[in-house]
């Protein structure tokens, strides 16, 4: 038996095809170059690739040193948000590439100099990203454990090892490894057992978890809105800030309820109780709706025509909660919490959740 | 949440806020030229209302000590290792104006709260006067020595740039990572004997009294009440 879910194996070997081009202002010779194809990996990080880019460009480019970036439609993109979750954050309408005829890419510009510092975090190539990778290890341990002992105490060859087969995309070796850190709270306290971790009990190592496991789920959540007028997920327009997206960095608590299953709907309500009704009867009856209507997708099953939401005693309308995406995928939402976060959660321990929100117009708001 | 003996050392985000107000009012009564801090609100930013007002302390352009002191002494640089001296205090405008030979340091320091890890964290920005932002280098030389010492030997887990999580924008954090273990201790003795409220306002008092001297902010001893005098002295 292989380490790690089927699930899991697949979120491993999600891909982005990439389509690369060199910025215009960076091309010294003629004709320009060709674009570069990659396939990049869903949970790896852009600057990862810049050693297969540059060889690739390096004869065009003017001279002076190299400080590398990439932009999508002028957005300079987050060198530390993974590659997959900028692909489902920013290209949410007509840009899959599914949805296109010809052949389906992700096309993304790359600079080497003129790097936007009053923007962008620094990134010095590989061990800016791995410091991130770790740093988001620690945080996402403490959430989980109490504490970060466990990842502050690893040995130099282990955490080597540990991005190493990250960085390779080995998935059996980087679970083995991290199983040592003692971060499957979410599979031990599954409700619905029906995943068995193998972890490595080492009799050495001193064991920080246990009494101080918190209950708590490591989060992300990027959220873009919309405008009340704009319906279809296909006209929604392209971001040109990221002023326009919200980030929360926020644990979720997954509350044990006698019986009942903490779904993800739960853990949206937690985390965006305003796109939810106040009322806890209203709660209930929407989750009942919810169950009811599993087949449906989420747009029908929060859709305007809802009596509940035309009886609102409150001013404004609502906000709606138009779409949910975790590596790529849009779950239903009355599916167990616990299993999204043993399933689909990326490398440092934290899921990674892309939402995008329909919000009243407010003839105020200033872009 | 209630202080207990087995108190974690956190801070819940209504605690944080109640601590946050009882920290800028002392601060402006005991330490009036200094820059004030205030609250600054956020906002929900998709126009929804949300239950729970959410903010950060800012402190904006606190002076860098060392500039003030390299003037005073010529710049010299083995004085990198001595206090501050006393008379810092008793800078004002009308100084600093005057002295244009040699560009001051200015940094906005802000206290956010940490959701991952249930307590304050410092992040910091600096420039120059003319609003320019300084470069690592620069910065480097403007913390005290034991801040530049740690620096070196443990980069990466200490002091990096990453975003501000309110404003979108690259700031130096100060890693929050063992902060719970350290107010624990330091609140141990007096979380049998003193009220919770009292605990509670006094959080990010003692919080800045020691994370703002790894940037060089000094909390004067006037702003804590006269029965933790004696705690701070015997400590040190």
Same mark, same amino acid.
């Given at each position: 038996?292989?380490?790690?879910?089927?699930?899991?194996?697949?979120?491993?070997?999600?891909?982005?095809?990439?389509?690369?081009?060199?910025?215009?202002?960076?091309?010294?010779?003629?004709?320009?170059?060709?674009?570069?194809?990659?396939?990049?990996?869903?949970?790896?990080?852009?600057?990862?690739l810049v050693p297969l880019i540059k060889p690739y460009f390096s004869s065009t480019l003017p001279p002076g040193s190299d400080t590398v970036w990439f932009d999508y439609k002028g957005l300079p993109l987050k060198w530390y948000i993974p590659t997959g979750v900028l692909f489902d954050l920013l290209c949410i309408g007509p840009e899959r590439p599914w949805n296109l005829t010809s052949d389906p890419v992700w096309i993304l510009q790359v600079h080497f100099r003129g790097y936007p510092g009053d923007l962008l975090s620094p990134c010095e190539g590989e061990e800016s990203v791995k410091w991130s990778f770790?740093?988001?290890?620690?945080?996402?341990?403490?959430?989980?454990?109490?504490?970060?002992?466990?990842?502050?105490?690893?040995?130099?060859?282990?955490?080597?090892?540990?991005?190493?087969?990250?960085?390779?995309?080995?998935?059996?070796?980087?679970?083995?490894?991290?199983?040592?850190?003692?971060?499957?709270?979410?599979?031990?306290?599954?409700?619905?057992?029906?995943?068995?971790?193998?972890?490595?009990?080492?009799?050495?190592?001193?064991?920080?978890?246990?009494?101080?496991?918190?209950?708590?789920?490591?989060?992300?959540?990027?959220?873009?809105?919309?405008?009340?007028?704009?319906?279809?997920?296909?006209?929604?327009?392209?971001?040109?800030?990221?002023?326009?997206?919200?980030?929360?960095?926020?644990?979720?608590?997954?509350?044990?309820?006698?019986?009942?299953?903490?779904?993800?709907?739960?853990?949206?309500?937690?985390?965006?109780?305003?796109?939810?009704?106040?009322?806890?009867?209203?709660?209930?009856?929407?989750?009942?709706?919810?169950?009811?209507?599993?087949?449906?997708?989420?747009?029908?099953?929060?859709?305007?025509?809802?009596?509940?939401?035309?009886?609102?005693?409150?001013?404004?309308?609502?906000?709606?909660?138009?779409?949910?995406?975790?590596?790529?995928?849009?779950?239903?939402?009355?599916?167990?919490?616990?299993?999204?976060?043993?399933?689909?959660?990326?490398?440092?321990?934290?899921?990674?959740?892309?939402?995008?929100?329909?919000?009243?117009?407010?003839?105020?708001?200033?872009? | 949440?209630?202080?207990?003996?087995?108190?974690?050392?956190?801070?819940?985000?209504?605690?944080?806020?109640?601590?946050?107000?009882?920290?800028?009012?002392?601060?402006?009564?005991?330490?009036?030229?200094?820059?004030?801090?205030?609250?600054?609100?956020?906002?929900?930013?998709?126009?929804?209302?949300?239950?729970?007002?959410?903010?950060?302390?800012? &402190?904006?352009?606190?002076?860098?000590?060392?500039?003030?002191?390299?003037?005073? #002494? %010529?710049?010299? $640089?083995?004085? /990198?290792?001595?206090?501050?001296?006393?008379?810092?205090?008793?800078?004002?405008?009308?100084?600093?104006?005057?002295?244009?030979?040699?560009?001051?340091?200015?940094?906005?320091?802000?206290?956010?709260?940490?959701?991952?890890?249930?307590?304050?964290?410092?992040?910091?920005?600096?420039?120059?006067?003319?609003?320019?932002?300084?470069?690592?280098?620069?910065?480097?030389?403007?913390?005290?020595?034991?801040?530049?010492?740690?620096?070196?030997?443990?980069?990466?887990?200490?002091?990096?740039?990453?975003?501000?999580?309110?404003?979108?924008?690259?700031?130096?954090? &100060?890693?929050?990572?063992?902060?719970?273990?350290?107010?624990?201790?330091?609140? #141990? %003795?007096?979380? $049998?004997?003193? /009220?919770?409220?009292?605990?509670?306002?006094?959080?990010?008092?003692?919080?800045?009294?020691?994370?703002?001297?790894?940037?060089?902010?000094?909390?004067?001893?006037?702003?804590?009440?006269?029965?933790?005098?004696?705690?701070?002295?015997?400590?040190?």
């Amino acid at each position: 038996m292989g380490v790690g879910t089927e699930a899991q194996k697949y979120v491993w070997e999600g891909a982005i095809p990439l389509q690369i081009h060199l910025h215009e202002s960076e091309i010294t010779t003629l004709p320009s170059p060709p674009p570069a194809l990659i396939l990049a990996p869903r949970i790896g990080y852009l600057p990862l690739l810049v050693p297969l880019i540059k060889p690739y460009f390096s004869s065009t480019l003017p001279p002076g040193s190299d400080t590398v970036w990439f932009d999508y439609k002028g957005l300079p993109l987050k060198w530390y948000i993974p590659t997959g979750v900028l692909f489902d954050l920013l290209c949410i309408g007509p840009e899959r590439p599914w949805n296109l005829t010809s052949d389906p890419v992700w096309i993304l510009q790359v600079h080497f100099r003129g790097y936007p510092g009053d923007l962008l975090s620094p990134c010095e190539g590989e061990e800016s990203v791995k410091w991130s990778f770790i740093n988001s290890l620690k945080e996402a341990a403490y959430i989980i454990n109490g504490n970060c002992k466990n990842v502050m105490n690893m040995s130099q060859p282990d955490q080597l090892e540990l991005w190493r087969s990250f960085s390779n995309g080995n998935m059996e070796g980087n679970l083995r490894i991290s199983s040592k850190l003692k971060l499957g709270a979410v599979g031990e306290e599954s409700a619905t057992k029906v995943i068995s971790h193998h972890h490595q009990q080492s009799s050495s190592e001193t064991d920080f978890a246990g009494p101080g496991r918190t209950g708590r789920i490591p989060v992300r959540l990027y959220i873009r809105s919309i405008e009340e007028d704009v319906d279809d997920l296909e006209d929604v327009p392209h971001i040109d800030s990221w002023d326009r997206i919200s980030y929360l960095n926020r644990p979720v608590e997954m509350h044990k309820d006698e019986g009942k299953i903490f779904t993800l709907s739960d853990a949206i309500k937690t985390l965006l109780p305003e796109c939810f009704e106040d009322e806890p009867s209203i709660d209930e009856e929407m989750s009942r709706i919810e169950l009811e209507d599993g087949a449906k997708s989420p747009e029908s099953t929060l859709s305007n025509k809802d009596p509940e939401n035309l009886g609102s005693a409150r001013g404004t309308e609502p906000s709606e909660i138009k779409l949910i995406r975790i590596q790529g995928i849009e779950p239903k939402w009355d599916i167990p919490f616990s299993w999204v976060v043993s399933n689909l959660m990326n490398p440092e321990y934290y899921l990674h959740i892309c939402v995008c929100i329909r919000v009243a117009q407010d003839p105020d708001k200033i872009w | 949440m209630g202080f207990s003996s087995n108190w974690d050392g956190t801070l819940s985000p209504n605690d944080f806020n109640i601590s946050a107000r009882a920290l800028c009012e002392k601060w402006k009564v005991t330490y009036p030229v200094f820059p004030p801090w205030a609250w600054v609100p956020c906002p929900r930013p998709f126009g929804v209302t949300s239950r729970q007002v959410e903010g950060y302390l800012s &402190l904006e352009g606190f002076c860098c000590p060392k500039s003030i002191e390299g003037e005073i #002494d %010529n710049g010299s $640089s083995s004085k /990198e290792e001595a206090t501050c001296p006393t008379e810092e205090e008793a800078v004002d405008d009308a100084t600093l104006v005057q002295r244009n030979d040699r560009e001051l340091h200015l940094y906005d320091l802000h206290i956010v709260r940490s959701s991952s890890y249930r307590v304050p964290a410092l992040y910091f920005r600096g420039y120059n006067c003319d609003g320019q932002p300084l470069a690592l280098d620069d910065i480097k030389k403007d913390l005290p020595y034991h801040s530049s010492k740690i620096l070196k030997d443990s980069r990466w887990t200490f002091m990096t740039q990453e975003e501000h999580p309110y404003l979108n924008r690259p700031w130096y954090a &100060l890693h929050p990572c063992g902060t719970s273990d350290w107010m624990k201790l330091l609140f #141990d %003795n007096e979380a $049998s004997v003193t /009220e919770n409220e009292e605990i509670v306002q006094q959080y990010l008092l003692s919080w800045l009294s020691v994370v703002g001297q790894v940037v060089g902010l000094r909390t004067p001893l006037e702003v804590f009440s006269k029965k933790h005098n004696a705690m701070f002295c015997s400590s040190v």
